[in-house]
């Protein structure tokens, strides 16, 4: 199945002030969350933020919040974001069906939100190099769930291309530059 531009929507799971520190490579973490959402952004692609308990857990940091350009969180306290009625009912208001997920963490929150979409009929797209945990097990672990799930993967560079869909989109040079 391709994923295009149409129906789709971006999903910023839970990237926390007090989550973000204790995660596996959040250094690479944080530069293809970065490449993702602006690309997504330049795409035109709607996208949607999640905060988990923001009071024990802080704002979504600082280096992902300049990418949003004053986007609004929806506060959750339960880990998939599809038992948040906030959540569901913003992707119903911009009729996504594929839903494009990035976030922390792998095994918890995006992987409960993966499944959950998936049982409700929509198509959840992880981005892998774009989700993390504290382990780099529970991220192999999360994968496996994945595959078992039949819940589609990609890389932030793969996605953002088969988005763009040609070099003659207009925006093919911005997209190509933020991978380079």
């Not at 149409?6 to 995660?23: H, K, S």
């Not at 994968?143 to 207009?170: D, G, Q, V």
Request: proline share 4%; with cysteine.
């Amino acid at each position: 199945m391709r994923i295009t531009r149409e129906n789709t929507a971006g999903l910023i799971i839970d990237i926390q002030e007090r989550l973000f520190p204790v995660m596996w490579k959040k250094t690479n973490l944080l530069k293809n969350c970065n490449i993702l959402l602006r690309g997504l952004t330049a795409l035109h692609i709607p996208l949607v933020l999640t905060q988990q308990y923001t009071k024990g857990l802080g704002d979504t940091i600082p280096e992902i919040q300049s990418a949003l350009s004053g986007l609004h969180y929806i506060e959750k306290r339960e880990f998939s974001c599809c038992d948040e009625p906030g959540v569901i009912e913003k992707l119903e208001e911009i009729n996504a069906k594929n839903i494009i997920i990035c976030g922390i963490e792998s095994h918890v929150c995006v992987q409960q939100t993966a499944i959950d979409l998936k049982n409700a009929g929509l198509n959840p797209v992880i981005i892998m190099d774009c989700v993390s945990s504290r382990k780099p097990d529970s991220i192999e672990m999360a994968k496996e769930r994945f595959r078992f799930e039949k819940i589609m993967m990609a890389s932030a560079e793969a996605i953002l291309f088969e988005l763009t869909r040609s070099s003659a989109s207009p925006e093919f040079k911005t997209i190509s530059k933020l991978v380079k």
